[in-house]
């Protein structure tokens, strides 16, 4: 059965626009408000909330009810874009006093405050965007098959690495594919020269030290020549992304393509 991704979105819409917080309350409000059962709110709102959309409302009726009706419209139309916002609110810096915060957008915060239907939805709209792209970039790879065993956490590592790859996290997949192949290569290593490295290196070894030594001692590890090569690609493009910035989703494949295919040489027997 195909999954039409396209039909979830719309779904996800209808479901925001149904269930938005605060769009039922603003519009419960605005309704009673304008059919004369405003005193029903006493008994669901505290006091000097109740006391002070009374005296809004005594003030100016119309203008209260056609306030809390388009509050109702701005929580309904802006939900998605809003709940986005929540969620980039999490991610990045925010700085202080960056401007004032809509009146709707704050009431539906605070009403969302423990259902947190905000960031589930922007968490779902934002991964039924990666489905596809995902989709792509898993079609480039093909199963890492290996004669040998390396380490549970080697295989946590390759795993990471390679779903940062998929949702487009490419500069933490570089990252984590210098990591799997530290750990492999940690695990493979003739016991003489783990502890000549670990003294060496006081227990600090980085990929490239760990290189370093595998290339001056290819016949006491028993590891493939080729292997130095194309783990040190991965290396370089992982200091790139340690050091010199965010990489693209070229450098990111070609990184994980390396680090499984350095892996199939270090495990091959």
Request: hydrophobic share 45%; charged share 25%.
């Amino acid at each position: 059965m195909a999954i039409e991704i396209d039909r979830l979105s719309d779904l996800l819409l209808q479901m925001a626009d149904q269930n938005a917080p605060g769009r039922e309350f603003s519009a419960a409000i605005a309704e009673l408000a304008r059919t004369g059962r405003f005193a029903q709110l006493r008994d669901v709102l505290p006091p000097v909330v109740y006391d002070e959309l009374w005296h809004r409302y005594q003030s100016n009726p119309v203008a209260f009810v056609e306030g809390w009706e388009h509050l109702a419209h701005e929580m309904q139309q802006g939900f998605i874009q809003h709940a986005r916002q929540r969620l980039t609110s999490l991610t990045r810096l925010q700085h202080a006093g960056n401007g004032s915060t809509p009146a709707w957008k704050s009431i539906q915060r605070a009403l969302d405050s423990r259902q947190n239907d905000l960031l589930r939805a922007a968490i779902a709209a934002e991964f039924l965007d990666l489905v596809e792209p995902a989709v792509a970039r898993a079609t480039h790879l093909r199963e890492c098959v290996v004669a040998a065993p390396s380490s549970d956490e080697a295989d946590r590592y390759l795993d990471e690495a390679t779903r940062c790859y998929f949702f487009a996290l490419f500069t933490a997949c570089a990252v984590m594919c210098r990591s799997v192949l530290e750990e492999a290569i940690k695990q493979k290593l003739p016991e003489s020269l783990t502890k000549l490295i670990r003294s060496r290196y006081r227990n600090t070894a980085t990929l490239g030290n760990l290189l370093h030594e595998i290339n001056n001692n290819l016949l006491a590890t028993g590891i493939d020549a080729a292997f130095p090569r194309i783990a040190n690609q991965v290396n370089d493009i992982g200091k790139k992304a340690v050091h010199q910035g965010l990489l693209s989703e070229d450098e990111a494949r070609t990184c994980l393509q390396n680090a499984r295919e350095a892996l199939q040489m270090l495990l091959q027997r």
